[in-house]
């Protein structure tokens, strides 16, 4: 096989902008050079990565496997180069919303004075693995199921689920609500982090309408907009305050599974005492 490094980033810079155009753009080049090096990357791994039928190009099923693939064998080869790195490697800690809740402070806390020439750094990345199935992070807090290969997980604890509702909307005023309040209007839908779909709901009880949004800032603003209303966990409504957004119990959706996650391979050397710490402060969670 002939792969080169140029071969990944072309292909990546052609799937985050969904544009050979804007992707040549992008890395400097020339669109039939960045078409011919496309090209030969499907050659060499003997299947058609992009789906160039319509307009707006879309990866294909084996693109989107190769995808995650692609982004973690750059993003560990840039990691490799980095000179900063090399001196003190930082422990990175991904989460696409709220962390690990009230426990995150603690956790930072804790780790700053027993660990203190390894850097702990929490990043929030929308995305379904929190960066780690791209490599951009050494380990992920996770909520619900995961089905990305490749990774470990653990489940840490089961977190209460929350009701989302305009401050200034007839549901702010209920102490508590349940599934049936929220489908009788729109419910907001983060499709790209989140972890509540339709299927929240029984068949036939489900929300005539649905708002979808990619990232927690948006499904906040809708909900303030009164666009809808959306169903998240505790923890959002601790580390996710918004002036007008109310947050109230919602008995009778199930819970959801916190987990730890890493992947099964290029383990960080501090990633066995960053599970056991974390183990300890979500005990009583569980």
Request: hydrophobic share 45%; aromatic share 4%.
């Amino acid at each position: 096989m002939s792969i080169e490094l140029r071969h990944l980033r072309c292909f990546l810079a052609v799937a985050e902008e969904s544009s050979v155009t804007r992707a040549a753009d992008r890395l400097r080049l020339s669109q039939p050079t960045v078409s011919r090096t496309l090209a030969a990357l499907e050659r060499d791994v003997g299947a058609r990565l992009v789906d160039r039928s319509t307009h707006h190009l879309t990866l294909t099923e084996e693109g989107r496997i190769f995808r995650e693939k692609a982004a973690a064998a750059v993003a560990a080869f840039d990691e490799a180069l980095a000179p900063d790195r090399l001196r003190r490697r930082p422990l990175r800690l991904g989460h696409a919303w709220s962390a690990l809740g009230a426990a995150t402070t603690p956790l930072l806390r804790r780790w700053a004075l027993e660990q203190p020439d390894t850097p702990l750094e929490l990043l929030r990345i929308d995305d379904r693995t929190a960066g780690l199935a791209r490599g951009e992070v050494d380990a992920a807090v996770l909520r619900g199921r995961v089905t990305a290969p490749g990774l470990l997980t653990e489940v840490l604890f089961l977190e209460e689920r929350v009701a989302a509702v305009t401050a200034d909307g007839p549901l702010a005023a209920r102490d508590r609500l349940t599934l049936v309040d929220l489908a009788r209007g729109p419910v907001v839908l983060n499709e790209v982090s989140g972890v509540t779909t339709p299927d929240l709901w029984p068949e036939g009880a489900r929300p005539a309408a649905t708002v979808a949004v990619s990232t927690t800032d948006d499904w906040l603003a809708a909900i303030a907009a009164g666009r809808g209303a959306g169903v998240s966990v505790v923890s959002t409504a601790e580390t996710h305050p918004h002036p007008g957004v109310v947050y109230r119990p919602l008995p009778d959706a199930p819970r959801v599974p916190v987990l730890f996650a890493h992947r099964a391979t290029a383990a960080h050397p501090a990633l066995p005492r960053l599970l056991a710490l974390t183990r300890e402060l979500t005990r009583g969670t569980r």
